[in-house]
Nanobody, 115 residues
Framework: QVQLVESGGGLVQPGGSLRLSCAAS????????MGWYRQAPGKGRELVAR???????NYADSVKGRFTISRDNAKNTVYLQMDSLKPEDTAVYYC?????????WGKGTLVTVSS
């Protein structure tokens, strides 16, 4: 089994920054992709950023230039640095691990951008 535990959400003012972390444990294979998705109130879940174990990252157009995804393979941890936050970034952020045709999800962490 795989467990994903997110941390780092909270309340931040517009223009501020937050860093999310997600630690994966359990049966983790060396070839995988980790990413962050988000779901705003009344909306569907959408991809924010994704990073494979090797290869290039990809970002949603709405966060390009503001968010940065990175990972520490030795720790099976993925990070999301969020800068220049906007009210429309308010959502529950979910960590995702994709490996061997399976998707695993964390429980989510709430990010609220408000003055």
């Amino acid at each position: 089994q795989v467990q994903l535990v997110e941390s780092g959400g909270g309340l931040v003012q517009p223009g501020g920054s937050l860093r999310l972390s997600c630690a994966a444990s359990g049966s983790i294979f060396s070839i995988n992709a980790m990413g962050w998705y988000r779901q705003a109130p009344g909306k569907g879940r959408e991809l924010v950023a994704r990073i494979p174990s090797s290869g290039s990252t990809n970002y949603a157009d709405s966060v390009k230039g503001r968010f940065t995804i990175s990972r520490d393979n030795a720790k099976n941890t993925v990070y999301l640095q969020m800068d220049s936050l906007k009210p429309e970034d308010t959502a529950v952020y979910y960590c995702n691990l994709h490996q061997r045709f399976m998707d695993y999800w964390g429980k989510g962490t709430l990010v609220t951008v408000s003055s």
